[in-house]
């Protein structure tokens, strides 16, 4: 409920069914991994998670200050600051939730796929990938000069989890701290896919 900042959730309390202790005021966007939620504070410079910590739901030491856009896979994020061309990672290392290797100076956008995760730079018509090497992961020998996309190969919606409860928000658990390389994530994460193509 953007306008009193507030929200109720429901289904597994494990991955993200429960968030009486999440406060919701000032989130301006919700995304989502396959087992977890962050509520993302954009005017803030901050942003609250919860749900499974594997999957992205414990974000205590993530710095989202200056954070423009979130992306997911199915168990991590990816916190993307545009203008500083740096970004923070958290939840799952085998789905791209570590990037502290990653260079993101240059990069136009960031993609990912289930398990993966790619910053691609366009004007240099290079990128780099993340994550699970058989999702995507690992994009060494291909050659991205001339692309101008870059897309999932398959994509499948997933079920949703059993219901537990529901609650409504109003709490604490707000993120500012200090973490590193990184960055965002968007979309949310309840579709899968495998790998990527791109497009010329």
Do not use: P, Q
Not at 26 to 37: K, P, R, V
Not at 169 to 175: E, L
Request: proline letters at 0%; aromatic letters at 10%; glycine letters at 14%.
């Amino acid at each position: 409920k953007r306008d009193s900042g507030t929200a109720a959730c429901w289904g597994d309390w494990g991955t993200g069914g429960l968030c009486s202790d999440v406060d919701f005021h000032g989130t301006t966007e919700i995304y989502s991994s396959d087992g977890a939620f962050v509520a993302f504070k954009k005017d803030l410079g901050t942003a609250a998670c919860w749900g499974s910590w594997s999957s992205g739901g414990n974000c205590l030491g993530v710095d989202f200050s200056g954070t423009t856009e979130i992306f997911s896979s199915d168990g991590a994020f990816v916190a993307f600051k545009r203008d500083s061309g740096t970004a923070a990672c958290w939840g799952d290392s085998s789905y791209g939730g570590s990037c502290s290797n990653v260079d993101y100076s240059g990069t136009t956008e960031i993609y990912s796929s289930d398990r993966a995760f790619v910053a691609f730079k366009k004007d240099s018509g290079t990128a780099i990938c993340w994550g699970g090497s058989s999702h995507g992961g690992d994009c060494s020998g291909v050659e991205f000069g001339g692309t101008s996309t870059i897309n999932r190969a398959t994509s499948t919606s997933s079920t949703a989890s059993t219901s537990s409860a529901t609650s409504t928000s109003s709490a604490t658990r707000t993120s500012t701290a200090t973490s590193t390389s990184s960055a965002t994530s968007t979309s949310s994460a309840m579709s899968t896919s495998s790998a990527m193509s791109i497009g010329r």
